[in-house]
């Protein structure tokens, strides 16, 4: 009894230490961006046009929506309509959905870097697009795929089936049961796949460097390059003549990305309720 008493003793101790190392880790990275970065906010950051003297970061921040919004167009479509085929129509036990679920998780475990290295070489070079917007939204489309895709099969997959036996009682066929019946249920968690997908996004260097390029201008078209705000980060401080820009540039990311986290996470937390409730 007492040894049981110990080990559990010894456990739960480092649960909380590995807890409390996590918590302070984090909060020293956050403490310590802002103490560099917040003081060297200001408007000349947020000028419409870039030039050594500004630093802009607004025009990354433009390219970096544009680049979200076209990924989440490519990606979006083919992930969802993936995990749909996937849950309600593939045969359990299929070796292609196999084939495609390995192939899934094998995309989300390739390094990012890599990602760019194909995305260079395909629609850079091969397809002639050169260093511009569509070619990085190409690139990384590719890369949130397996997110979008899995979280969208998981939100299926936890659909009650007394759902679908009711609207096939009711005489709906396959098709309108899975559009007008199943993903909506599935909504709430798959919008949490796509938040996810977006701060990833928002996040992404490796990638963009070798097709987006990092032209610090917001293009006329999206053939045109464009460099995005953590790309702009990494120039600025490769530079090395406007490191308290860089340090600024991390603060305004860093609270898109805690924004975009706290957004997903607050999606999962309805999602759960809800099915709770349902």
Request: cysteine-free; overall charge positive.
């Given at each position: 009894?007492?040894?049981?008493?110990?080990?559990?003793?010894?456990?739960?101790?480092?649960?909380?230490?590995?807890?409390?190392t996590t918590v302070a880790v984090?909060?020293?990275?956050?403490?310590?961006?802002?103490?560099k970065g917040v003081p060297h906010?200001?408007?000349?950051?947020?000028?419409?046009?870039?030039?050594?003297?500004?630093?802009?970061?607004?025009?990354?921040?433009?390219?970096?929506?544009?680049?979200?919004?076209?990924?989440?167009?490519?990606?979006?479509?083919?992930?969802?309509?993936?995990?749909?085929?996937?849950?309600?129509?593939?045969?359990?036990?299929?070796?292609?959905?196999?084939?495609?679920?390995?192939?899934?998780?094998?995309?989300?475990?390739?390094?990012?870097?890599?990602?760019?290295?194909?995305?260079?070489?395909?629609?850079?070079?091969?397809?002639?697009?050169?260093?511009?917007?569509?070619?990085?939204?190409?690139?990384?489309?590719?890369?949130?795929?397996?997110?979008?895709?899995?979280?969208?099969?998981?939100?299926?997959?936890?659909?009650?089936?007394?759902?679908?036996?009711?609207?096939?009682?009711?005489?709906?066929?396959?098709?309108?049961?899975?559009?007008?019946?199943?993903?909506?249920?599935?909504?709430?968690?798959?919008?949490?796949?796509?938040?996810?997908?977006?701060?990833?996004?928002?996040?992404?260097?490796?990638?963009?460097?070798?097709?987006?390029?990092?032209?610090?201008?917001?293009?006329?078209?999206?053939?045109?390059?464009?460099?995005?705000?953590?790309?702009?980060?990494?120039?600025?401080?490769?530079?090395?003549?406007?490191?308290?820009?860089?340090?600024?540039?991390?603060?305004?990311?860093?609270?898109?990305?805690?924004?975009?986290?706290?957004?997903?996470?607050?999606?999962?937390?309805?999602?759960?309720?809800?099915?709770?409730?349902?």
């Amino acid at each position: 009894m007492k040894s049981g008493k110990m080990q559990s003793a010894v456990l739960r101790s480092l649960v909380y230490i590995a807890a409390s190392t996590t918590v302070a880790v984090l909060a020293f990275i956050i403490g310590y961006i802002l103490f560099k970065g917040v003081p060297h906010l200001s408007w000349k950051l947020f000028s419409l046009h870039y030039t050594s003297d500004n630093v802009s970061m607004l025009p990354a921040m433009v390219n970096t929506v544009s680049i979200t919004v076209l990924s989440l167009l490519i990606a979006a479509p083919v992930g969802i309509f993936s995990a749909i085929y996937l849950v309600e129509y593939a045969r359990k036990g299929n070796r292609f959905v196999s084939i495609i679920r390995t192939t899934a998780e094998t995309l989300a475990g390739i390094p990012s870097i890599v990602y760019g290295l194909f995305g260079y070489l395909m629609f850079v070079v091969a397809l002639g697009w050169g260093y511009s917007l569509i070619a990085g939204a190409a690139t990384l489309a590719i890369m949130i795929l397996p997110v979008i895709m899995r979280t969208t099969e998981e939100a299926l997959k936890s659909v009650p089936d007394i759902y679908r036996e009711g609207s096939f009682g009711l005489g709906a066929g396959k098709l309108r049961t899975v559009f007008k019946i199943v993903l909506p249920s599935a909504v709430p968690g798959i919008l949490a796949g796509v938040v996810l997908s977006v701060g990833r996004i928002v996040g992404e260097t490796a990638a963009l460097i070798y097709t987006a390029g990092t032209v610090a201008q917001i293009p006329s078209n999206l053939a045109e390059s464009g460099r995005t705000m953590s790309v702009h980060m990494y120039s600025l401080w490769k530079e090395g003549f406007n490191a308290d820009a860089s340090y600024a540039t991390a603060v305004v990311l860093l609270i898109i990305v805690i924004g975009l986290n706290t957004l997903s996470a607050y999606v999962a937390r309805r999602f759960t309720k809800g099915k709770i409730d349902g």
